[in-house]
């Protein structure tokens, strides 16, 4: 709900309206492992036999970071309604955000891979995902993104943080509440620590969140850090995730 104070604003912010999914991580600790086609974090993937695992750049095995299946999702365009995302980052240099792989897999009808006796216990020794978590989606609305670079909204002539600073206290928190992007999402306004990498070029200024994973009960990127997914809208659009790229920071 818009707080009070931003009525006059109202016009504007609808300008800046972006739906998204909303993702629930639930730890998942106990046997058995989730099912290959469920959508997760961490865990062991849904892979085609004629697709080959995917290896880091020492040739050693990645491990699934996240896994999303849309048929389990509410629709929401322009994402997939069908089909499994997945993220794949390698168990000992996901640091460096370069060794990642980005799958997708339009049909889940063909025989899937079921030997996963070489994802042994050290490859996940390293990983920001101590537990398999269970995934829940729900549609939400958000109207603005303090360190999106696309939420380039004035208050009043002031920028975010100018005004903001004009407020008392309570509504600074209530104006942080309404415009900070925390938790796991696809899609809206993505959250960051430090700058948001794609307004570093007009290349990628406009491109779109996929996905974000936050800090969570077992989840950690360095120092409290933030996991995105991005991609282009054209890219989204034609299906085409191999343009997408992996990125993260942290305090």
């Not at 912010?13 to 993702?23: A, V």
């Not at 670079?149 to 104006?175: H, N, S």
Request: aromatic fraction near 14%; include cysteine; proline fraction near 8%.
């Amino acid at each position: 709900m818009l707080p009070e104070f931003l009525g006059s604003f109202r016009s504007q912010l609808e300008q800046y309206r972006l739906d998204y999914l909303k993702i629930l991580a639930e730890p998942h600790r106990d046997a058995p492992a989730l099912p290959l086609t469920q959508s997760k974090f961490l865990g062991t993937p849904f892979l085609p036999i004629s697709v080959p695992y995917p290896l880091d750049e020492l040739g050693k095995p990645m491990i699934l970071l996240a896994q999303i299946n849309f048929a389990e999702t509410p629709a929401l365009e322009p994402y997939p309604t069908h089909g499994l995302l997945q993220l794949f980052v390698s168990a000992t240099n996901w640091y460096s955000m370069d060794d990642h792989c980005i799958l997708y897999h339009p049909s889940l009808e063909t025989e899937p891979q079921t030997d996963f006796s070489f994802l042994t216990p050290d490859l996940y020794e390293d990983s920001p995902i101590y537990v398999e978590h269970t995934l829940t989606f729900s549609r939400e609305t958000e109207y603005g993104g303090t360190q999106d670079c696309r939420f380039d909204m004035t208050f009043e002539g002031l920028e975010y943080y100018e005004y903001q600073k004009t407020l008392p206290k309570a509504q600074q928190k209530q104006l942080d509440a309404y415009c900070y992007n925390t938790g796991h999402k696809i899609g809206g306004y993505a959250l960051f620590n430090q700058q948001d990498p794609r307004d570093c070029s007009v290349a990628t200024n406009t491109h779109v969140l996929l996905l974000q994973i936050d800090i969570d009960e077992e989840i950690m990127f360095g120092d409290s850090g933030v996991a995105h997914v991005f991609i282009s809208p054209e890219a989204l659009k034609s299906r085409d995730f191999e343009q997408a790229y992996f990125q993260w920071d942290c305090c």
